[in-house]
């Protein structure tokens, strides 16, 4: 069967599995799974499908007709796409942006009640073919909740002719409302085989070290690899594998403009690999620090290990919004210290 080169090789059962959601197809769909493996690639393909006047018998687009054209230039009248400012490259999610205004403030992580809001004159006017309406709203967690709210009421009340195509990297952080309202579609991590093969198609060097860092995730991994910069992480790893107060505060102070999103997954990753070669002898996320990594395991106890990893994960619900990064940086690393120095 000829493939989409539109979706990635390893979504192709996932594809399949969605044309017989398709036959009955429910207002809204949940696409669910890993970050990084492609989910909102994955929902905006099947969003072109849904639009397209000339589907394939394999359910993709023709990539051909007028819808196809419209869609793929951005401009069809029938699809809209909800996502935080941050995900535009110019960061004028709301087009009304001047160019003081967006240098007066970093465009918004979150998706707004506004965003939401501005569907309600899409939704009721005709749609331009008598075909479908498509909405793509993703990462579905990134709602704040009066935009939660605002959509829980459409979903509760969809208007004909319209399905909402949602992507979520975490379904715990959502709104159990908006979860029973939605018909969920698990995406799965790809076999570690598949994305090394992709990654290196890819043309990524060292590329089994990158996917692994990544926790397996083809498209994060190849992000990282475009940096081609690991001297964040190390600076990480290396106080993670000597902690002591000193340098904690040392680290701290350099790494106060790093992400601290991303400080905070690499740390649960070392934790998740030191608890890991403790229980089972594995190492899943940091092969390039072994050595390092089982001499800590043979001296911190468990009880240790579990205090650590219960901290760093509250600590990731409020990376987003510190009060000072440095601080936050400092509390998180003195714990660590704490805990496993």
Avoid at 3 to 12: E, H, L, M, R, V
Avoid at 43 to 55: N, P, R, S
């Amino acid at each position: 069967m000829e493939t989409s080169s539109a979706i990635y090789p390893w979504q192709q059962d996932a594809w399949l599995a969605l044309q017989q959601i398709r036959q009955r197809m429910p207002h809204a769909v949940l696409f669910h799974g890993p970050a990084g493996i492609g989910k909102a690639d994955f929902i905006e393909h099947f969003a072109q499908a849904l639009l397209c006047e000339d589907v394939r018998a394999d359910g993709h687009p023709c990539n051909a007709c007028a819808s196809c054209g419209w869609f793929v230039q951005q401009s069809h009248p029938d699809f809209r796409r909800i996502r935080p400012e941050a995900f535009d490259e110019d960061g004028a999610g709301d087009g009304e942006e001047g160019e003081e205004k967006k240098k007066a403030r970093a465009p918004s992580k979150e998706i707004k009640i506004e965003q939401v809001r501005q569907l309600a004159d899409f939704m009721n006017i005709s749609t331009h073919r008598q075909g479908l309406r498509v909405v793509v709203l993703y990462p579905a967690e990134a709602l704040n909740m009066p935009a939660s709210n605002a959509l829980l009421k459409t979903l509760e009340e969809p208007p004909p002719g319209t399905v909402f195509l949602l992507s979520s990297n975490s379904l715990d952080r959502l709104l159990p409302t908006i979860l029973s309202r939605c018909r969920k579609f698990t995406l799965t991590m790809p076999p570690h085989a598949d994305a090394l093969a992709w990654l290196e198609s890819q043309g990524v060097a060292q590329a089994d070290g990158w996917l692994s860092e990544q926790g397996g995730a083809p498209l994060a991994a190849l992000a990282q690899a475009e940096t081609g910069n690991r001297e964040d992480m190390d600076t990480l790893l290396q106080y993670l594998a000597h902690p002591s107060v000193d340098t904690a505060l040392r680290t701290a102070d350099k790494m106060q403009k790093v992400p601290l999103t991303s400080v905070v997954a690499w740390q649960q990753r070392w934790l998740y690999d030191l608890f890991s070669l403790k229980l089972s002898g594995r190492i899943r996320y940091y092969p390039r620090y072994q050595r390092e990594l089982k001499g800590l395991s043979d001296r911190v106890p468990v009880s240790s290990l579990l205090a650590a990893i219960k901290g760093t994960a509250e600590r990731r619900a409020t990376s987003d919004h510190p009060l000072s990064p440095k601080l936050f940086l400092e509390d998180m690393l003195l714990d660590y210290t704490s805990c496993c120095g």
